[in-house]
């Protein structure tokens, strides 16, 4: 597996954790050559890509006039941008391999119309990548190539935190999904039979109302 993050501090110890089994390289997924230099990395070193997951996220919380353009560029960049280089870059690479393959992307309810207040230009980067999506499965499908969604709430993270929804409890505490709930889900979609393809699976956790 390959794994990117924009600082390569930060996957410095899944580096060490999973020495062998996992290559990380650092770069930002707003520039279509990061996305580029991952799947050669990925064929390079295990000869073949079978799945992307985009996961790379960026969220200010606030009121439309608090929310700067850099930030507003960023949002757009990572959340929207990010994923459609990332597709594309790992189309390019099953169509070259001739076998089909998955893109998974990791969105938010936020998309789906389940976001709270003070979210409206992350929310619609989160909808942008839903819409993406369903339009790419059309696009793809008949290559035998699957697009999935998968939309969590409020996950058990410093993002979900940085809403103040958690208040002065640490995130790991909090009773919302977990990110090895999210982890698991994706292996759900990539394990199951060829013939089936999941479109979108909104996760919520028994303690949030939505």
Known sequence: MVAGDLRADAVDGLASEWAGRVLCCAGDVGDPGTAEMLVAAAVKTWGRLDAVVANAGVGYFGGLEDTSPEQIGRMTSTNFLGTVWLARSALRQFRTDGHPGDVVIVASVAGLGG??????VYAATKAAQVQFATSLAREVRSEGIRVSVIAPAAVNTHFAAATGRFGGQPPEEAEFIEPTDIGDAVV???????????????????????
């Open 115 to 120: 976001g709270g207040a003070e979210e409206a």
């Open 188 to 210: 759900t979609v990539l394990q199951q039979p060829r013939r089936i393809r999941t479109a979108l699976w909104s996760i919520w956790s028994l303690a949030e109302a939505h």
